[in-house]
C-alpha cells in the first residue's frame, strides 16, 4: 500500500485562503517550533518571546489571504515573528502588537508595509482609529475566531478583546480599565493567547455563529441607546437590557453606593455632554462601545475627549457597566 503524503505548505495555504479553518490551524502547528525559536534568538527565554509567537499567530490568523507565495508561508510566519520581537526590542512602553501587524503582507521580495485597505461599508478613518476586528470581518475566519473567544473564560476574553480589538490596548490602559494590576493583565493575556489557540484547533471543523450580525445588533443598539439619552428618554426594549439589577462601577459610580447607569446617562444630558459611537466590539457577554464626546461650549469641568463603556452581560441584559477613559 503506497502511503498517502502529508500535504504541503502551499496546499495548506491555499485551502487555508479558501476559508479552510482545519488547514490553517495544521499549518500553524506545523510551524510553531520554528517561529518559537525566531522569538527566542531575539528576546530570550521569557514571556516576550511567548508573547511574540502568539501574536504572530493571531496575526496569520486574520491576514492568511494577504500570503502571495503559499510555498513560502513558513517564511512569512517567521517574518511576523521576527517584526513582533523587534518591536518589543525597540518600544519600551509595551504598545499594542497587532496594530502594526495588521499592515503586514508579502510582496515579491519578502515582508513589507502597506496601508490599511479601504472599508466601504465604514466611514473613513485616521489610520490611527482603524480597528484589527475590522480586518477579521473581511476574512472567512472571521466567525472561527469570535466563536473560540466566547469559550474563553470573562476576565481573559475581556482582556484580549481590549488589547485586540479595541482602542484600549496597552497594558497600562487595560490595567486601568480592568483595575488590575498590570502584571496581571500581561498574565491574563498569556493564558488568553493560549486558550485561544488551543480553542482554535479543536474547533476548526465546528459550524460557527455569525459574529459580523452580533455586531451589526450591537452597534445599532448603541445608536438607540445614545440616541434615547439625547431625549431624556429610553425606549422599552432598551430598558430591558438595563434591570434594576444592573451596576454602574469604576470612576462615575458612587463610593459606598450601588448606582443604575441610567441616572447617570440622565446627569450627563443635563450637564450637555453628548457621545458619539465611534467603534463596537461585541462579544455575547463582553460589549465595548468606543465613543467621541462633545462638551458645551464654556464648559468647566469638561469630559475627557474619548471614552468607553464595557458592558458584562447575560442573556443580552447588561450586569455592570464601567466607562472607562482612555489615557493619552
Known amino acids: 500500500m503506497t502511503a498517502i503524503a502529508p500535504p504541503t505548505d502551499e496546499e495548506l495555504t491555499r485551502r487555508a485562503q479558501a476559508g479552510e479553518t482545519e488547514a490553517l490551524g495544521l499549518l500553524l502547528a506545523r510551524h510553531q517550533a520554528p517561529m518559537r525559536a525566531v522569538a527566542l534568538s531575539l528576546l530570550g527565554y521569557g514571556p516576550d518571546a511567548e508573547d ?32 513582533s520581537a523587534r518591536m518589543r526590542l525597540r518600544d519600551a512602553r509595551d504598545t499594542p502588537g497587532l496594530e502594526s501587524l495588521d499592515r503586514l503582507h508579502t510582496g515579491d521580495d519578502g515582508l513589507s508595509y502597506s496601508p490599511y485597505p479601504s472599508y466601504p461599508s465604514y466611514p473613513p478613518y485616521p489610520t490611527h482609529l482603524i ?27 475581556l482582556v484580549l478583546m481590549l488589547r485586540h480589538f479595541s482602542g484600549i490596548t496597552s497594558y497600562r490602559e487595560i490595567a486601568r480599565a480592568c483595575e488590575i494590576p498590570v502584571g496581571t493583565v500581561r498574565s491574563r493575556l498569556n493564558q488568553a493567547r493560549a486558550k485561544l489557540a488551543q480553542v482554535l484547533l479543536t474547533t476548526a471543523t465546528h459550524v460557527h455563529d455569525d459574529a459580523a450580525r452580533l455586531t451589526e445588533d450591537s452597534r445599532q443598539e448603541a445608536e438607540v441607546t ?51 459611537l465611534r467603534h463596537v466590539v461585541a462579544s455575547r457577554t463582553v460589549t465595548i462601545w468606543e465613543m467621541d464626546v462633545t462638551n458645551p461650549a464654556g464648559s468647566t469641568d469638561p469630559c475627557p475627549p474619548t471614552l468607553a463603556w464595557l458592558m458584562l452581560r447575560r442573556n443580552r441584559r447588561v450586569q455592570t457597566l464601567r466607562v472607562v477613559f482612555p489615557g493619552p
Not at 53 to 72: E, F, N, S, W
Not at 133 to 156: G, K, N, S, Y
Open 52 to 83: 511574540a509567537v502568539q501574536d504572530a499567530a493571531l496575526t496569520a490568523l486574520r491576514r492568511i489571504g494577504d500570503v502571495r507565495d503559499p510555498a513560502a508561508v513558513g517564511a512569512w510566519l517567521r517574518a511576523i515573528v521576527r517584526n
Open 131 to 157: 480597528h484589527p476586528e475590522r480586518v477579521v470581518d473581511q476574512h472567512a475566519m472571521r466567525d472561527w475566531i469570535w466563536d473560540a473567544l466566547e469559550q474563553l473564560p470573562e476576565p481573559l476574553r
Open 226 to 276: 445614545l440616541e434615547g439619552a439625547r431625549r431624556g428618554r429610553q425606549p422599552r426594549e432598551i430598558l430591558e437590557l438595563w434591570p434594576a439589577e444592573t451596576e454602574l462601577v469604576g470612576v462615575l459610580s458612587t463610593p459606598g453606593e450601588r448606582c443604575h447607569p441610567i441616572p447617570a446617562m440622565r446627569r450627563n444630558r443635563e450637564k450637555g455632554v453628548t457621545q458619539h
